[in-house]
C-alpha cells in the first residue's frame, strides 16, 4: 500500500548535522499524518520526534529536540525530511519515517506509535562527543 525508504544517517560529531530524507510511494494521496521517530539502543521505546500533518503543514515536535530539528515535506517528489543541527551524542539512534491516514498530527496524537501504519525500514544516526 505505501512504501517508505529513509536516507541521510550516517556518523557525526556532538555538534553536527545531519539530513534525512523520506521517500514515500504507493497510494499516498491520502496519507493525513507523516513523522519520524527512534529508536535507541535495542530494548529502548520508540520514541515520536517530529510529525507534520500533510494538508495544513503544521509541525509538531518533542521537547528534546525543538529548537534543533526541522521536520519539512515536499509534496511534489512524496519526500519528508528531517534536517538536525547541534546533534548531541543523545541523539544517537535508528531514525524511522512513519505515515499514517488517521487525524494523529490533528488530535494531538502525533507522537504515539500506534497511530501509524506505515513504517520504514530505518536509518542510522550516530553522534560522538
Known amino acids: 500500500q505505501v512504501r517508505l525508504v529513509e536516507s541521510g544517517g550516517g556518523s557525526v560529531q556532538a555538534g553536527g548535522s545531519l539530513r534525512l530524507s523520506c521517500v514515500a510511494s504507493g497510494i499516498t494521496y491520502n496519507l493525513m499524518c507523516m513523522g519520524w521517530f527512534r529508536q535507541a539502543p535495542p530494548g529502548q521505546e520508540r520514541e515520536g520526534v517530529a510529525a507534520i500533518s500533510t494538508g495544513g503543514g503544521w509541525d509538531f515536535y518533542a521537547d528534546s529536540v525543538k529548537g534543533r530539528f526541522t521536520i519539512s515535506k515536499d509534496s511534489a517528489k512524496n519526500t519528508l525530511y528531517l534536517q538536525m543541527n547541534t546533534l548531541e551524542p543523545e541523539d544517537t539512534a535508528i531514525y524511522y519515517c512513519?505515515?499514517?491516514?488517521?487525524?494523529?498530527?490533528?488530535?494531538?496524537?502525533?507522537?504515539?506509535?500506534?497511530?501509524?501504519?506505515?513504517w520504514g525500514q530505518g536509518t542510522q544516526v550516530t553522534v560522538s562527543s
Open positions: 512513519a505515515a499514517t491516514r488517521s487525524y494523529a498530527c490533528a488530535s494531538g496524537s502525533w507522537y504515539k506509535r500506534y497511530e501509524y501504519n506505515f
